[in-house]
Structures are given as structure tokens and as C-alpha cells.
T-cell receptor
């Protein structure tokens, strides 16, 4: 069974700290992996998409990596800010393009 | 360019009532999806469509029906609502023609409560 797991479930850090969110998946036949941000009561905002042929993607203070062989992806957030407080979800899209499995998310709180 | 929109934003139903959720996208995407999000369970795929006139079952399809009569619209129906269908429903779309990146774009969600 294809599964996506995110650890930790919740994380609290002081402002300015660099942090890493983890995502693991059980099937290496991955087409892409997408990281989303979700604010309370809101929809999902796409942050980064990594294709299976890529190893990482960067956008501003965010960097996402993908290691298919180990079934892992990480989201690195540099110099965290209170505005980064949200739930971060990873989603693995498996071969076929339409079967996407979501992790349960990591709830991040950045303290000012 | 509105992206993905959902109607309504909130709804309260009594057990046994029916309703239809509407999703619309203006990005000319081929694929559309309906998910439900429940606390501690992440998003789960209900149904999806890979093109106009096509639909397929996802992970949790029971109690729901869908239709995609037009490429830009994807409807989710509840024929006889049950309290277990209380959830937040998200629509998403992906796959602009000729660019199969499958990056998903989400609507703002519909919060449904069944009493």
C-alpha cells in the first residue's frame, strides 16, 4: 500500500531558526512530490514541486529535496519567521499522474 | 484568472438531505479531483476525472457521485448525507494540456456539517 508519512506532527521553533520538515513515502515509483502550505481554515497553497528526475527545488527561503531510492523528501526553511507558521503538507504523485497520496502534515509554529 | 473556485463555502445539512458541490477552474486543466480533509487524516481522494466526460473512484468514494459534463466544471454530489460526511471538501485541478507536470492547484474548500 502506498503511504506518505510526515514527521514531526508538530514543531515549535524560535524566530530565525533554520528547520527541516520530513516526508517519507513507501513506493519509489513516484512521478513527483509537491509541498503545500495550509493556513487555518484555508485551502492549500503550492510551495514547491519536484519532478522524479530532479533532486531539489528552491524558492526563496525554501528548499525541497527528493531522494527516490530512500523514499524521502525534506523541506528546508531558512531563517524562519512568525509568518511561516502554518501546516505543511507533502503529497506524492505516483505513476499515472492522478494518484496522489497526502501526508497528514506538520504543524509549524514560529515564535517571535 | 480566478484559478479554482468552489461553491458554496459553507453548508449545513440534515441527515438524509442531498446537495451538490460545484468546482470550477479556468486554467484549461485536464484533470480534476475531489478530496476530503478530516482532522489527523490528511486529504483523501474521493473521485477524480482525467478529462471531460470521464470520472473514476478514488480512495473513499462511497456515498458520493460526480460528474464532469464540461471540462472546466467538476460536480460532487451527496445523495443522502450522513454525519460521517461532515468534513472539509477540497477541489483541485492539474495537467494543463501539453504540460504534464501534474502540479495540483486547490480551491478554497467547502466546510460541510451534517447533523
Amino acid at each position: 500500500k502506498q503511504e506518505v508519512t510526515q514527521i514531526p506532527a508538530a514543531l515549535s521553533v524560535p524566530e530565525g531558526e533554520n528547520l527541516v520538515l520530513n516526508c517519507s513515502f513507501t513506493d519509489s515509483a513516484i512521478y513527483n512530490l509537491q509541498w503545500f502550505r495550509q493556513d487555518p481554515g484555508k485551502g492549500l497553497t503550492s510551495l514547491l514541486l519536484i519532478q522524479s528526475s530532479q533532486r531539489e527545488q528552491t524558492s526563496g527561503r525554501l528548499n525541497a529535496s527528493l531522494d527516490k531510492s530512500s523514499g524521502r523528501s525534506t523541506l528546508y526553511i531558512a531563517a524562519s519567521q512568525p509568518g511561516d507558521s502554518a501546516t505543511y503538507l507533502c503529497a506524492a504523485c505516483f505513476t499515472g499522474g492522478f494518484k496522489t497520496i497526502f501526508g497528514a502534515g506538520t504543524r509549524l509554529f514560529v515564535k517571535a | 484568472n480566478a484559478g479554482v473556485t468552489q461553491t458554496p463555502k459553507f453548508r449545513v445539512l440534515k441527515t438524509g438531505q442531498s446537495m451538490t458541490l460545484l468546482c470550477a477552474q479556468d486554467m484549461n486543466h485536464e484533470y480534476m479531483y475531489w478530496y476530503r480533509q478530516d482532522p489527523g487524516m490528511g486529504l483523501r481522494l474521493i473521485h477524480y476525472s482525467v478529462g471531460e466526460g470521464t470520472t473514476a473512484k478514488g480512495e473513499v468514494p462511497d456515498g458520493y457521485n460526480v460528474s464532469r459534463l464540461k471540462k472546466q466544471n467538476f460536480l460532487l454530489g451527496l445523495e443522502s448525507a450522513a454525519p460521517s460526511q461532515t468534513s472539509v471538501y477540497f477541489c483541485a485541478s492539474s495537467y494543463p494540456e501539453g504540460r504534464p507536470t501534474y502540479e495540483q492547484y486547490f480551491g478554497p474548500g467547502t466546510r460541510l456539517t451534517v447533523t
